[in-house]
């Protein structure tokens, strides 16, 4: 909390059958940070390029974990990308004139990115090979494991055009995957892309991708 800038106050203790904690987080944009710039969902532009700052998959192995299917070694990466701030991630998109952003979480890539398409009247094309997985995901996916959220996430399937050319992809269910700490879903000036990502690399966050492109409907 201290490195992100952030104070904890208050709080409560209950009960349960599992172990859990959780946070109600509130903040304000500060006018004086970044000229007050703030990025939303709308305003992406065709021609940008779609960058995702961390991989996929966390669905997927933790409900392997939960049988007994995923190795250590997964979850070990799993853990250190989750926790990975995306501070650093939203201050390369700013830097780089970023046009619009959001989170990956429960509603996976395609929900995810679906909001941004409708709130900024355009489409996209993604090029699944592009798409970054967390060690494991793709193997745990083949196997049939998906998160229990996954199966509703898979309503987003019916705003892809080519559907049956892509569905047997082994990426494709990555769509669908639910996050939990995802990274951010970021539109910027293809110009400008390359760059960007370098600058996520630089900082960290090592699969870093330019995923697709923003295009007219």
């Known amino acids: 909390l201290q490195d992100a800038g952030a104070t ?38 065709a021609g940008d390029s779609l960058i995702l700052t961390k991989p996929l998959g966390t669905g997927t ?25 995306n501070s650093l991630a939203a201050r390369a998109a700013l830097d780089h004139k970023a046009t619009a952003a959001t989170d990956v979480t429960g509603f996976g890539l395609a929900g995810h990115l679906a909001e941004m398409l409708r709130a900024s009247n355009v489409d996209a094309v993604l090029t699944l090979d592009a798409i970054p997985a967390l060690t494991g995901a793709l193997e745990t996916l083949g196997m049939g494991i998906a998160s229990s959220l996954a199966p509703d996430n898979l309503r987003q399937r019916r705003a892809i055009e080519n ?38 690399k630089e900082n960290g966050y090592a699969q870093a991708a330019v995923i697709g492109v923003v295009i007219a409907m």
Not at 61 to 85: D, N, P, T, Y
Request: net charge neutral; charged share 15%; hydrophobic share 50%.
């Open 61 to 85: 192995l933790f409900a392997a974990e939960m049988r007994a299917k995923a190795k250590g070694a997964w979850i070990i990466e799993a853990l250190r990308v989750m926790q990975q701030s």
């Open 163 to 200: 559907l049956s050319s892509v569905s047997a992809h082994p990426a494709f269910a990555l769509l669908f995957d639910p996050q939990t700490a995802g990274g951010l879903l970021v539109s910027v000036p293809s110009s400008n892309a390359a760059a960007c990502v370098a600058a996520l």
């Open 8 to 45: 904890l106050i208050g709080g409560h203790s209950g009960e349960g059958a599992e172990l859990a904690l959780g946070f109600a987080v509130n903040g304000t944009i500060d006018g004086a940070v970044d000229g007050g710039r703030m990025l939303r969902k709308s305003g992406c532009r």
